[in-house]
């Protein structure tokens, strides 16, 4: 059977030799990195969840492959039901982590790449679709992580990247050969790149003819020559270093993210997917866009019920459960919440088959999922800040509850309701400085801003399927407007 | 090689997957083990976790013969348990 334990996923991960830098230097072990280590125990719940009979009906499926037992993040979606139950399995681990999990960029590429590639064999009598199933089966027999790469650092954004000063800007085909492509350039923002062990590059957005050579598709080992990972920063992460139990918030677990470097990675043909090809870009970029969208709708539901959680027992805790401006608030930030769920089984619902055979999401309604995910989960902070206080951001260090003179002067005076420990005040209390503030906000607020498009993506996209023609005709129909056109 | 440390399911027990759990799903798995420990291996016991009963309406159920089909919070509450039982996370 297909399926990892937890445990041999991070052996895996020791098994591999990547080039990772942080804070300036190479790293040697990278699973044991205090700031590294929550995000792999992170991706490995991913592996965890499916071993466990309580969870395991969301966390694996039947491969329409092999016909094996696999894990849900390597499956090809066969039906609506599929693509209900990933967001409802995304939901279930936002809430088990409290932060990104990672696995799902490369969840949502498989997808996008699998149903391109069909259409691309069809209509140009190219083999992309066979090596693409091919390496799919490896991927799910062997239960990988896959990082999905697809945004470039882009350059000057008003030019396109064969016009960019540095032609490196967006990664490109340097070099055609019999056996493979040479490529070079890098992918930003990327979502648990350092705990994958594979990466699927895609085209950041649709490209021109001028442009075939960064129309390209290839997978690649994460540890292959040429691959360098820098990673990157987030607020509050050195508190991952000082040994704290309480200061982090969420010990254990974390989000990542990371530029990778391609210096002249040579990728043989039975891993490409897409050469040149542009005139399938477009559909790439969006319907990995599609199924990105549609995936904050389960992530970020599920945090935001940690989040809800954290003010109801900081309002126990403080002694004002029960108080109706607090119960209101608690509502409005359950109202926020389900409401970016309910756009994720929306379009979830709405999904509809491919020519592959593999499901689509509803564009429109995934669009409009994501873009109320880009407002929120703000809100939904902004109220657990409203109903915590302002101790979130003045309480003393783990380090002076410890001290023998102060430490007990501060358990005495910041105590809330008597049933209650300080303890236990201050950990609820770090726990929403995380999600709000700290490292777990990186997932919770700026990525659900920017991850799988900006607010500005989704609204092209909802202008460009939002048949206005249509509303406008019954507007006039109804208004008894006879029509001069 | 290291396996997994959790308990092996029992193949007739199906659960939801809980993303939106009424009560803890390792509380409420202590009490389908008892009660169902003497359920025959063909029939399909399915443990919705809450009022959605996702598993009940799936189209991969709908061809099996032989089903019981529950929530949860029914048979925590058929079981007897105290409150503090019931809301103590496992």
């Known amino acids: 059977m297909p399926l990892k334990t937890k445990e041999e996923y991070i052996q895996s991960l020791r098994n591999m030799k990547k080039r990772i830098f942080i804070f300036g230097e190479e790293i040697e072990n990278y699973v044991d990195h205090p700031i590294i280590r929550p995000s792999i125990n992170a991706c490995a719940m991913t592996y965890d969840l499916a071993q466990q009979p309580e969870y395991e009906e969301l966390l694996t499926t039947q491969s329409s492959l092999t016909g094996k037992k696999i894990n849900r993040f390597t499956h090809l979606h066969q039906s609506t039901e599929d693509l ?36 691309m064999d069809r209509d140009l009598g190219t083999e992309y679709h066979k090596r693409f199933r091919a390496y799919l089966t490896y991927v799910q027999e062997n239960d990988l992580v896959v990082d999905g790469a697809m945004t470039d650092p882009k350059g000057n954004r008003r030019l396109a990247p064969s016009q960019q000063a540095d032609p490196d800007m967006f990664v490109r085909i340097i070099e055609r050969r019999e056996d493979g492509i040479i490529v070079r350039g890098s992918k930003v923002h990327q979502t648990g790149a350092v705990n994958s062990h594979e990466v699927l590059v895609m085209p950041t957005q649709t490209m021109r003819e001028e442009d075939n050579d960064y129309a390209v598709c290839f997978a690649v080992p994460a540890d292959a020559q040429g691959i360098l990972y820098v990673y990157g920063r987030q607020s509050c992460d050195t508190r991952k270093m000082e040994e704290a139990e309480v200061d982090v918030g969420n010990k254990m677990f974390g989000g990542q993210e990371a530029v990778i470097i391609f210096n002249d990675v040579f990728i043989p043909n039975e891993r490409v997917f897409m050469c040149g090809e542009y005139q399938y870009s477009g559909a790439l970029v969006e319907r990995f866009a599609g199924y990105h969208r549609q995936s904050y709708g389960g992530c970020k539901s599920g945090v935001g019920d940690v989040l809800i959680g954290a003010a ?5 805790i403080q002694g004002l459960d029960g108080v109706s401006h607090i119960k209101e608030k608690l509502v409005e930030m359950i109202h926020l919440n389900e409401t970016i769920y309910s756009c994720g089984i929306a379009c979830s619902a709405e999904g509809k088959p491919t020519a592959s055979g593999t499901y689509l999401i509803d564009l429109m309604l995934a669009n409009i999922c994501k873009l109320n995910v880009t407002r929120n989960p703000y809100e939904i902070s902004r109220l657990a800040q409203d109903i915590a206080g302002g101790i979130l951001v003045t309480l003393p260090s783990e380090k002076d509850f410890a001290n023998p003179e102060i430490g ?32 777990g906000a990186v997932g919770y607020l700026t990525e659900s801003m920017h991850g799988a498009g900006s607010p500005q993506a989704q609204k092209i996209m909802i202008g460009r399927l939002a048949n206005l023609n249509y509303k406008e005709q019954i507007a006039k129909e109804l208004a008894g407007i006879k029509d001069r056109d | 090689m290291k396996r997994s440390a959790h308990k092996g399911p029992r193949d007739n027990i199906k659960y939801c997957g809980n993303c939106n759990p009424d009560l803890h799903p390792k509380y409420v798995r202590t009490i389908v083990d008892t009660i169902f420990k003497d359920t025959e291996p063909d029939t399909l016991v399915l443990i919705n976790g809450c009022a959605r009963e996702c598993l009940t309406k799936s189209k991969a159920i709908q061809s099996v013969q032989k089903i019981i089909s529950v929530n949860a919070r029914e048979i925590v509450e058929k079981d007897g348990a105290s409150n503090n039982r019931r809301n103590n996370g496992l």
């Not at chain 1, 939901?91 to 949502?108: A, P, W, Y």
């Not at chain 1, 996008?112 to 259409?119: K, L, N, Y």
């Not at chain 1, 109801?312 to 126990?316: N, R, T």
Request: proline share 1%.
């Open chain 1, 312 to 316: 109801q027992a900081i309002a126990k």
């Open chain 1, 84 to 119: 209900v139950k990933k967001v409802k399995m995304q939901r279930l681990l936002g809430q088990k982590t409290g932060c990104c999990f990672q696995r799902c960029v490369g969840f949502d590429g498989l997808n996008a790449v699998d149903s391109v590639t069909f259409e």
């Open chain 1, 408 to 439: 007990p002067l501060l358990k005495k005076y910041l105590r809330g309701a008597s049933q209650y420990t300080t303890e236990d005040r201050c950990r609820i209390q770090r726990l929403i400085e995380n999600l709000t503030l700290g490292t």
